[in-house]
């Protein structure tokens, strides 16, 4: 039997059995259908996924006081000179940076719009630890912390909640639990990460 007989035969097959024929080729179109797009969503989970770990930082290590997994009583609070023994470059040379921080919940009000979001007070080396761009303006500066201004920059939720929009908002006056800060930059959209979401919040010396 050469080929050309076999095509035939098969072709005569496939007329003779019309229903069962389009019901196998439906089953492989819907089964090929299936798989390609498992594939797509397992894809796209696996880059949400990575893009939250990169937003949040690959190389990171977060310390805590007390102890998570039990309750400590009255734990030591964690001091500047902590994260200072911690950047010490001869009793750790692995770590690149220290980033001490302060995190909180308050209200900000501007032009008669108010909301509560998360409030962190922060050093110049918080931004690039945490892979913070900015939309506009400018980031701490040492100086900034030195002269303890009362600057702030707003996350793009925030800007949004209180001005409805993200640019041309440098300069102007917010009101942090009723003081007065002035608006040095607006920090670019991050999406959601581990402490919640990274645009609902404003940085503060």
């Known amino acids: 039997m050469n080929i050309a007989q076999s095509i035939l035969e098969a072709l005569e097959s496939l007329n003779a059995n019309k229903l069962r024929s389009g019901l196998t080729i ?4 819907i089964g090929v259908a299936a798989v390609i797009a498992m594939l797509a969503i397992g894809e796209g989970a696996q ?3 990575t893009g939250s770990i990169s937003g949040i930082g690959t190389n990171l290590l ?5 102890n998570m997994m039990q309750e400590v009583r009255n734990p030591k609070p964690l001091t500047l000179e902590d994260a200072n023994a911690i950047a010490d470059p001869f009793a750790a040379p692995s770590v690149a940076a220290v980033a001490p921080v302060l995190r909180g919940n308050g209200e900000i009000a501007a032009g008669g719009k108010r909301t509560t979001t998360t409030i962190v007070g922060a050093t110049p080396d918080y931004f690039p630890l945490r892979n913070y761009t900015l939309s506009e303006g400018e980031y701490l500066t040492e100086e ?3 002269g303890r201004a009362s600057v702030v920059l707003l996350g793009s ?3 949004d909640k209180l001005f409805g929009r993200q ?3 440098v ?13 040095i930059g607006v920090l670019a959209s991050k999406g959601g990460g581990m402490f919640g979401s990274e645009d609902d919040r404003v940085v503060v010396p």
């Open 26 to 29: 439906l089953g492989i179109v």
């Open 47 to 49: 880059q949400t996924i």
């Open 62 to 66: 977060f310390v805590f006081r007390g």
């Open 144 to 146: 900034y912390l030195l």
């Open 157 to 159: 939720e925030v800007a």
């Open 167 to 169: 640019e041309g908002i």
């Open 171 to 183: 300069g102007e006056t917010v009101r942090i639990e009723g003081q007065p800060f002035r608006v």
